[in-house]
């Protein structure tokens, strides 16, 4: 017994991650529901060892549930999210649409957990962007530590940031450029594969993107308001897994060590740092983890108190379903809500 829970956009890459970390960690699921639009009504998706079958949205009853899970794309849940959150059950929305909602919290478990008390507002929570959960897993212990006065993050997007399409352009290039096809860009304005696009989501008046615009709006609303972040979001011929080179100036001195140390106490952060070539984690080495990965610690002696790093993580996982199923156990483990059944059993 346990919680209903649909998830909405199940086919999809996210929701299929969904799916899968919630049967890994156990969560406590007494019904699960597939929730796709009708085009996808009747496609199946695996749920631990069964099959189940896609329920269309417009005639599904959200009100039996208490968990949506939200993964189909800022159109969708601008038109269902808030209608779903009226019925009574909790929004968990991985769409940028409610992010910056001031009535919305905005959550990554380990670093803003007390912003769940704010849920009740609207009953809908915000997933962050991949990138950003990532890179505030990483800053928030070193900004406990030491304040962080700036940052310059470039990161290296996969392309299954860009969903499946994104994964079948990638695969369909690289066989095309040696005459296996068609190679032509559709999904990415630029040729994909053996390239590398300085270009992610769309361009803001002011030259940057609002890929990148997210991604110190996001920090700015999850971790502090005060620190200075200017980015540069590239995507590159990667499957799975973002990483991003990190410059942080603070406002003390502190030592490559020291950073090290306070990583490795932190939760949901691995740190793999040696001079060696198993001493640095790549995105092939994060795909299907849930960690947060740190590497390469060293000092920036080109202003005062910096060090640069290089944070790598499973987009999929830690940048979108599994800080969903890690909200969903906040949730329950803060007794934000409880299973409509009445009955909240762990089954090992
Ligand atoms: C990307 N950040 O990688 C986006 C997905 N949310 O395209």
């Known amino acids: 017994m346990g919680y209903r829970v649909a998830i909405v956009g199940a086919t999809g890459n996210v929701g299929r991650e969904m799916l899968a970390i919630l049967e890994e960690l156990n969560f406590p699921v007494e019904k699960m529901h597939a929730i ?167 361009f803001r008046d002011d030259g940057y993107t609002d890929e990148e615009a997210k991604m110190w709006e996001e920090t700015h609303k999850m971790l502090d308001p005060n620190i200075k972040l200017t980015v540069t979001c590239v995507r590159v011929p990667v499957f799975v897994g973002h990483s991003e080179s990190v410059t942080v100036e603070f406002d003390r001195p502190i030592e490559p060590d020291e950073a090290r140390e306070i990583l490795r106490e932190a939760p949901g952060v691995l740190v793999v740092d040696k001079m060696e070539h198993d001493g640095y984690i790549t995105p092939v080495d994060a795909a299907g983890e849930h960690a947060v990965f740190v590497s390469r610690i060293r000092k920036d002696p080109t202003v005062e108190n910096g060090l640069s790093f290089w944070v790598v993580s499973d987009n999929l996982r830690k940048g979108a379903a599994l800080n969903a199923v890690q909200i969903a156990q906040l949730l329950d483990e803060t007794g934000t809500i409880t299973p409509k059944s009445g009955v909240r059993t762990v089954i090992v």
């Not at 993964?71 to 940028?96: C, F, M, Q, T, Y």
């Open 36 to 202: 796709a639009s009708r085009k996808s009504k009747g496609m199946e998706v695996a749920w631990g060892d069964k099959t189940i079958y896609c329920e269309d949205i417009e005639r599904f009853d959200f009100s039996t549930v208490d968990i949506v899970l939200m993964s189909a794309g800022g159109d969708v849940s601008r038109a269902w999210s808030e209608k779903i959150g009226k019925l009574g059950p909790i929004v968990i929305d991985n769409s940028s649409a409610f992010r910056q909602d001031k009535d919305v919290p905005l959550i990554v478990p380990e670093v803003n957990p007390d912003a769940v008390k704010q849920a009740k507002k609207k009953n809908i929570i915000a997933n962050p962007n991949c990138s950003t959960a990532q890179l505030v897993v990483a800053l928030k212990p070193l900004h406990d530590a030491a304040k962080i006065k700036r940052a310059v993050v470039s990161t290296y997007q996969s392309v299954s940031g860009a969903g499946k399409e994104g994964m079948d352009e990638l695969w369909n290039q690289t066989k095309a450029i040696y005459g296996l096809g068609d190679a032509t860009p559709k999904k990415f304005p630029k040729q994909i594969a053996f390239n590398v696009i300085p270009y992610i989501g769309s």
